[in-house]
């Protein structure tokens, strides 16, 4: 691997303002790795710079993993490296908008998203409005606000809006149902229990005053959390996690691991009570955080390293990815196979589900599909709602 290039290697302060052209771009909603800026900046070396055309394409090539972030791109391009009036193009983009069509709308949607990234301070002109009557009560969103965040993508989130997604996921309820042992425990009924019985008989001189009985024990089964931070993934790899940091408050035991080149666990980061400190110490961690994924070569290494420590007691285990892996299917199909047959129920959650046509057509994801016990979506507040209720629920759904 090449090294990255010193800043002083390339003219003047240019290094500093792709650093922070990139920052822009991550703050807007782009997933714009480290490994990215690396690979921008070793490129310029090489031949960027002889004309402004040849630069944009070299930043385009290297930053750009989407197709729809294209739009994105080259407005943050050409706001931040040309406009002279680039304050007042960015403020002019936070007026409201009236009577737009839908693709219109999609637009200032991004439109305001790099305004915020480009200022996060500056503040938003409204239209003159009569001034409202008073309330005794008064609330940051209202239910119809509310319901339309939980159905937004969290990829088109707007910085304030990625916050109070945070806020609504903290607050949704993660409670698991317990489930049946094969173990026994005392109880006042049940079948008796001659090994306790006779014991207590021999504490008391041979007389039985009272015979002792057993029930099979409950107890709440393990959660494992294998999350993808891949460059596909990492519009959703963030809030994700903040779900998983969620579910580790409860009672039930939270076992968490990324994933991208190479398997992670971050169990013991997700311990903190602050969520946003626990995933800003889980993204300084990882090495590979937006980078390529390996699915297999980790599936394969968590089957042999952590299967035995943490599948045990009926454990669920949830798979975030796209499926859009690279390596040898039949491989993938080995591992993901001796990892359904580990745990009680296997749940990949794929963010692609949220287009209608959706269809399995990538090697990894047809390779995935049989072992799953379920698939479900994880674009927004709603469906990690359903997911919240699934896990609830406690049974163990239909094999597809």
């Given at each position: 691997?090449?090294?990255a290039?010193?800043p002083?290697?390339?003219p003047g302060?240019?290094?500093?303002?792709?650093?922070?052209?990139?920052?822009v771009?991550?703050?807007?909603?782009?997933?714009?790795?480290?490994?990215r800026?690396?690979?921008a900046?070793?490129?310029?070396l090489?031949?960027?710079?002889?004309?402004?055309?040849?630069?944009?394409?070299?930043?385009q090539a290297?930053?750009?993993?989407?197709a729809?972030?294209?739009?994105?791109?080259n407005?943050?391009?050409?706001?931040?490296?040309?406009?002279?009036?680039?304050?007042?193009?960015?403020?002019?983009?936070?007026?409201?908008?009236?009577?737009?069509?839908?693709?219109?709308?999609l637009?200032?949607?991004?439109?305001?998203?790099?305004?915020?990234?480009?200022?996060?301070?500056a503040?938003?002109?409204?239209?003159?409005?009569?001034?409202?009557?008073?309330?005794?009560?008064?609330?940051?969103l209202?239910?119809?606000?509310?319901?339309?965040?939980?159905?937004?993508?969290f990829?088109t989130?707007?910085?304030?809006?990625?916050d109070e997604?945070?806020?609504?996921?903290r607050?949704?309820p993660?409670?698991?149902?317990?489930?049946?042992?094969?173990r026994?425990?005392?109880?006042p009924?049940?079948?008796?229990?001659?090994?306790?019985?006779?014991?207590?008989m021999?504490?008391?001189?041979?007389?039985?005053?009272?015979?002792?009985?057993r029930r099979?024990?409950?107890?709440?089964?393990p959660?494992?959390v294998?999350?993808?931070?891949?460059?596909?993934?990492?519009?959703?790899?963030r809030?994700?996690?903040?779900?998983?940091?969620?579910?580790?408050?409860?009672?039930?035991?939270?076992?968490?691991?990324?994933?991208?080149?190479?398997?992670?666990?971050?169990?013991r980061?997700?311990?903190?009570?602050?969520?946003?400190?626990?995933?800003?110490?889980?993204?300084?961690?990882v090495?590979?955080?937006?980078?390529g994924?390996r699915?297999?070569d980790?599936?394969?290494?968590?089957?042999?390293?952590?299967?035995?420590?943490?599948?045990?007691?009926?454990?669920?285990?949830l798979l975030?990815?796209d499926?859009l892996?690279?390596?040898d299917?039949?491989?993938l199909?080995h591992?993901?196979?001796?990892?359904?047959?580990?745990?009680r129920?296997?749940?990949?959650?794929?963010?692609?589900l949220r287009?209608?046509?959706?269809?399995p057509?990538?090697?990894?994801?047809?390779?995935?599909?049989?072992h799953?016990?379920?698939?479900?979506?994880?674009h927004?507040?709603?469906?990690?709602?359903q997911?919240?209720?699934?896990?609830?629920?406690?049974?163990?759904p239909?094999?597809?």
């Amino acid at each position: 691997m090449l090294a990255a290039p010193h800043p002083d290697s390339l003219p003047g302060h240019l290094a500093h303002n792709v650093l922070h052209f990139a920052r822009v771009l991550r703050s807007a909603g782009m997933p714009v790795g480290t490994d990215r800026v690396q690979l921008a900046l070793q490129a310029l070396l090489q031949g960027g710079l002889e004309s402004r055309a040849d630069f944009h394409a070299t930043l385009q090539a290297c930053m750009l993993s989407k197709a729809e972030h294209r739009v994105l791109f080259n407005q943050a391009f050409a706001l931040f490296w040309k406009d002279p009036d680039l304050e007042g193009r960015m403020r002019a983009l936070l007026l409201p908008r009236v009577q737009l069509q839908e693709r219109a709308a999609l637009k200032t949607q991004e439109n305001r998203r790099l305004a915020a990234a480009l200022f996060p301070h500056a503040p938003q002109t409204e239209s003159p409005q009569p001034p409202p009557e008073e309330l005794d009560v008064q609330a940051s969103l209202t239910w119809n606000e509310q319901e339309v965040l939980r159905q937004k993508d969290f990829e088109t989130m707007t910085p304030e809006e990625w916050d109070e997604a945070k806020r609504l996921l903290r607050r949704m309820p993660s409670q698991f149902k317990p489930v049946l042992t094969r173990r026994f425990e005392r109880a006042p009924t049940g079948r008796p229990d001659w090994r306790a019985s006779l014991q207590r008989m021999g504490r008391q001189g041979g007389e039985l005053w009272q015979p002792q009985r057993r029930r099979l024990r409950r107890e709440t089964p393990p959660l494992v959390v294998l999350a993808d931070i891949s460059g596909s993934m990492a519009s959703y790899s963030r809030m994700l996690l903040h779900f998983s940091h969620a579910l580790s408050q409860a009672d039930t035991p939270v076992h968490s691991f990324v994933f991208g080149t190479r398997l992670t666990p971050i169990s013991r980061a997700l311990r903190q009570r602050d969520p946003d400190q626990a995933v800003a110490q889980v993204a300084a961690a990882v090495a590979d955080w937006s980078g390529g994924t390996r699915l297999a070569d980790c599936l394969h290494q968590f089957n042999r390293q952590w299967a035995r420590r943490v599948l045990g007691g009926k454990a669920t285990v949830l798979l975030i990815t796209d499926g859009l892996a690279h390596g040898d299917a039949d491989a993938l199909s080995h591992e993901a196979e001796r990892l359904a047959k580990s745990c009680r129920r296997l749940i990949w959650l794929n963010p692609l589900l949220r287009y209608e046509g959706f269809e399995p057509k990538a090697a990894g994801a047809r390779a995935l599909l049989p072992h799953v016990s379920q698939l479900l979506a994880a674009h927004n507040l709603a469906s990690l709602g359903q997911l919240s209720q699934l896990l609830a629920q406690g049974h163990t759904p239909t094999p597809l």
